[in-house]
Structure formats: C-alpha cells, structure tokens
C-alpha cells in the first residue's frame, strides 16, 4: 500500500516542500493550518510537522484523531520542546531535524560574539551620530585571538563553531549533556576542544571563559542554566551569546549583569518571552545585539539539501525496518 504522508508548511515556498517534490512515490498531502493538519492526520503513516505551529490545542485533536495507522512523526525543525509539550500521540517514533542548520547558526553565533567585541553598537551609534569615535571604541574592543571561549551544547552547532573559533586562534571549551562526551579525552582532542566538562562542573568551565555561546537544546534540565550565580561566577566583562532558547537564561538576572557592567555584552538570537515585550530593557541597553530570532536564516540550499537527506535516510530506514535517526525521546528531562 502506498505510504501517505502529512507536510505543515508555513508559505507556498517552504523549503520543507523538497520533502514532498523528492519522493514522488508518496501520497502527500500538504497542510497550512490545524484543521488540515488533523483531518488529513487521520489516515496517515507520517506526519512531517515544524515546531512553531505546535500548540496544546492541535496536540488535543492529534491524540483524539490519528489512528493506529500512524508509525512515524518527523520534526523539520531541531527543537521540539513546543511538540512534547503539546502532547503527540502516544507510542509513535518521534525524530527531529537536530543539525541541519548546524553550519548557518554557528555562523550567526560567531556573527553575535564577533560585533560584541569589536563593539559594532557602538560602531554604529557613532556613525548614525556622524561622530569619530575610535578613542573610545579602540580602548573597549576585545579580540577573538587567545581568548578563552566556552560553548554550552557540544552538538552539531557546537561542533561547528569549534571549527570557526580555531580559526580566529581561540581557545575552546565545552560543556555537555554527554556524560561520555565529557570523559573521553579521545573525543575532545579529535574535535580540537581542550575538554569538555560535565553539566554539573558548569560554573567551573564558564568561570574561565572569555565569552560562553549557548547552543544547547532546551528541556526541563537546561531551564534557567545560566542563572544570577552562572553568570556572578563568569569573568567581568565576559561575553554571553545564545542561539538555542531564551530559557536557558534567567532573563532578570542577565539584565542585571549587564547593567551592572558584569557581563560586557550579549548577542541574543532568542529571548524569553518571544518576542520580548516592547518596554524590555533589552532593545536599549546599549552592550546587547538583538536579532529576532534569525540565526537559521540565510541558507536556504544548504539547509534544505540537509533536511533532504536526513529524512531520504530516515525514510529507508522506516521502510526498512531499521532504527530511525535523530530520534528523540518524550520523556527525556
């Protein structure tokens, strides 16, 4: 029997639909709403869902709806947080698309920190102004070159940016979730980080970090990581970028960092809430870079050809029989 499978797309241009275009063979049907999404769900063997257009009340409708006939749920995005809290229909694999924008959000990470430090607020503040700032913009500017930095999330994103920072003749550090990762000296050396500690020795690693990128997935145990203590034990001055989930920060008490003069700057592609709310501090304080959320943006060939291989392998691999990849866990802390 032909497969039938269900595709959410947001736009009629949707990268996501080189899904749909490189497998003919399968009875798809694409769907812009909840309504759509349920109705043409019911009789399917795969959904192909985004993370965003997730909500408690589609997740009400998928469970009451979806048959037996359901074997495979397929995320095109990385997080999946929404998704899980939503509540999908039980007992159905679930994978995600963890990587694919690995290469395009490292840049962006690297883009954050390297404008914080070579102080591009500033930069541009006085060219608005037509003023010749170079005094005061010389003496604040700090360099890539020896400096310490500390990526929390040693995953596809993580990994990526080892690469870039070496390049800028960093020193790098890693925390991870991997307690295996954090023990094998095999692991780091091969991926030219100096060692990768344990989530439990956090405070221990950002306290010697120059800058700390934050690229991890959001969950219950990396809720509010980067806490008032996280960041009372990082150096003065440090630079803190986040390109995963606003949560992973405690919001109010980075906004007091930075007030304060603690942290020096922050390059943020995510913020919680999302968007901030229009009299947040954080569009005025004058040492943060904010951009909406975007770092995934910009690569549509790369990402889409990724996205297309992934789910070509997992598709062999569900008709096969075999284990799926990326396959996350519901009940993961």
């Not at 709806?65 to 997080?79: E, N, P, Y």
């Not at 930095?149 to 993580?158: N, T």
């Amino acid at each position: 029997m032909k497969l039938k499978a269900v595709l959410h797309t947001f736009r009629t241009a949707d990268p996501g639909l080189i899904l749909r275009d490189n497998h003919p063979d399968i009875d798809w049907a694409v769907s812009r709403n909840h309504d759509d999404i349920v109705h043409h769900a019911a009789d399917a063997d795969i959904l192909v869902l985004n993370n965003r257009t997730c909500t408690p009340e589609l997740g009400e409708k998928l469970r009451a709806r979806v048959s037996g006939r359901l074997k495979w749920i397929h995320f095109t995005t990385a997080g999946v947080e929404l998704g899980l809290a939503m509540g999908l229909p039980p007992g159905v694999p679930v994978t995600c698309s963890s990587g694919i924008n690995g290469p395009i959000l490292a840049e962006h990470a690297m883009t954050l920190l390297l404008a914080s430090l070579r102080r591009f607020n500033d930069i541009n503040e006085g060219q608005r102004a037509h003023e010749w700032r170079r005094l005061r913009i010389v003496e604040s500017m700090g360099s890539l070159e020896g400096a310490t930095v500390c990526i929390f999330g040693f995953g596809a994103v993580g990994r990526d940016l080892v690469r870039k920072l070496r390049a800028f003749d960093a020193r790098v550090i890693a925390v991870s979730r991997s307690a295996a990762a954090a023990q094998s000296l095999d692991y780091a050396t091969n991926h030219a980080v100096d060692r990768v500690y344990p989530r439990d020795k956090l405070r221990e690693a950002i306290a010697q970090a120059d800058a700390v990128i934050l690229c991890t997935n959001s969950d219950r145990s990396s809720y509010h990581m980067i806490d008032a203590g996280a960041l009372a034990a990082m150096k003065k001055g440090a630079v803190v970028v986040n390109v995963a989930r606003g949560e992973l920060i405690d919001e109010s008490a980075l906004i007091a960092a930075l007030r304060a003069g603690h942290i020096g700057a922050a390059g943020l592609d995510v913020t919680q809430p999302e968007p901030p709310l229009p009299d947040s501090p954080l569009f005025d304080l004058p040492n943060v870079i904010l951009s909406p959320h975007c770092a995934g943006g910009g690569s549509p060939r790369g990402t889409a050809g990724r996205q297309a291989s992934l789910f070509a392998e997992n598709l062999r691999r569900f008709r096969a029989g075999e284990p799926l990849k990326n396959l996350v866990d519901p009940n993961a802390d």
